[in-house]
């Protein structure tokens, strides 16, 4: 299978029900994929709190370092709990941390409850959703990896509409409480089906090794580099989107369309990228998705219009998609689908970093200077490094 460059490719016994395991992984994905429908939330909360679009982005940016986080340490232990255990517990740290913050009702329980802990959360379930599918498809890691990555944009097409619903009805706290029981039911659904997986990992990971690899290996710059300014791009504009409709004239009624059509394009995106990935150069991909990101972004700043938004928002949508399956499936073929999730947790901290500074660097410039412009063409400089980076990515010898 063609790819950046080929790993080992040995694990050590896939579960059992291979497919039951894969459709509990996506389950874990939609269902904090809905981390991605937080720009509904943006202008209702800013309200509530009577706090600058600043202040009340900073709780994006705390859920996504604290996402990336957990991304790098949670496949550490994965060799000694059982992947049932460690989905259930994430779920219940997400459903804990969306009731702090619906309960609490105010900028620091939303920070301490969204940010870290359903951060927190999100980490561990995507880290595990990504190592128990690639075990359980160990020959089409491409088509595993884009499956559970396309739910978790998934997550965010099914909850924006809830979501926009429940601040219409009873205002952005009880949606937030909403969400908590219905995650706490659902992580009890999710434990039965992956009791065959057992162990997330089967053995423990040499830290020392990876850190080695991160500190020598050009390829894994390169990716680390790649990630950072494509998350950086797509983020600042999955952050916002519900924002930038609204600013440049789309109606009211047809703000959360932006959202859920960015989703749309971003799921598409990625069960796009898992089947192309197992078919031609994952550098490729890579480069391709960047640039679309590129173009449609810069096309945004230069020529703001309600249709032009719509238009963006959809090409920026998939262009993140494509860079969210490709780089795991690139990491899968680098380094094989047995160390998957703890060689993407390192790559994923480039998404952290990404995540902590694009939407509020987003929101500060809005507030500065009272539009989006500024921020849509920072973004679009930013997919033209990842693009660049994609492309040294594909001559990379080591």
């Known amino acids: 299978m063609p790819g950046v460059g080929m790993g080992e490719d040995t694990i050590a016994g896939a579960p059992g029900h291979p497919w039951r395991v894969l459709v509990a992984a996506a389950l874990i994905m939609i269902l ?10 943006l202008e209702p909360l800013q309200a509530a709190l009577g706090a600058t679009r600043t202040a009340v982005s900073t709780v994006f940016a705390f859920a996504t370092i ?70 359980a498809l160990p020959h089409r890691r491409g088509l595993a990896t884009g499956v559970v990555v ?26 937030f409480t909403g969400m908590a029981v219905l995650m706490a039911g659902a992580g009890a659904l999710i434990w039965y089906p992956l009791r065959s997986v057992g ?57 959360a369309a932006g959202t859920a059509l960015m989703a749309a394009t971003n799921g598409c995106g990625r069960v796009a990228a898992g089947w192309l990935s197992d078919h031609f150069p994952v550098a490729s ?8 990101g590129a173009v449609s972004l810069l096309f945004l700043a230069f020529w703001p219009a309600p249709n032009t938004v719509y ?4 090409l920026v949508g998939l262009s993140y998609g494509l860079l969210a399956a490709g780089y795991p499936a690139a990491v899968a073929y680098l380094y094989g689908a047995h160390r998957v999730s703890v060689m993407f947790g390192v790559v994923f901290t480039a998404w952290g970093v990404a995540g902590l500074c694009a939407p509020v ?38």
């Open 32 to 41: 904090f994929g809905s981390l991605y429908a937080w720009s509904i939330f």
């Open 66 to 135: 604290s996402f990336a986080a957990a991304m790098l340490v949670a496949p550490l232990v994965f060799h000694r709990i059982s992947a049932s255990w460690i989905a259930l517990a994430a779920c219940m740290l997400g459903a804990g941390g969306l009731g702090l913050g619906g309960l609490g009702q105010s900028l620091l329980s939303l920070q301490v409850g969204y940010g870290v802990l359903f951060g927190v959360a999100n980490g561990v379930g995507y880290s595990l959703a990504l190592q128990v599918a690639n075990q």
């Open 150 to 175: 396309a739910a978790y944009a998934l997550g965010t097409v099914v909850f924006t509409p809830i979501f926009q619903a429940g601040v219409e009805v009873g205002g952005p706290w009880t949606t």
């Open 199 to 255: 162990r997330a990992a089967r053995g423990a990971v040499g830290v020392g090794r990876i850190m080695g690899e991160f500190r020598s290996g050009r390829r894994l710059w390169l990716l680390w580099t790649g990630w950072l300014f494509g998350a950086s791009a797509g983020l600042m504009t999955l952050g916002h989107a519900a924002s930038l409709v609204s600013a440049y004239g789309g109606p009211v009624p047809a703000i």
């Open 285 to 292: 991909i890579l480069t391709m998705a960047a640039a679309i």
């Open 311 to 314: 238009a963006s928002l959809a």
């Open 361 to 398: 660097i987003a929101g500060a410039i809005v507030d500065r200077t009272g539009d989006y412009r500024l921020a849509v063409a920072l973004a679009g400089a930013s997919a033209v490094v990842s693009m660049l980076c994609n492309v040294a990515l594909s001559r990379a010898k080591a």
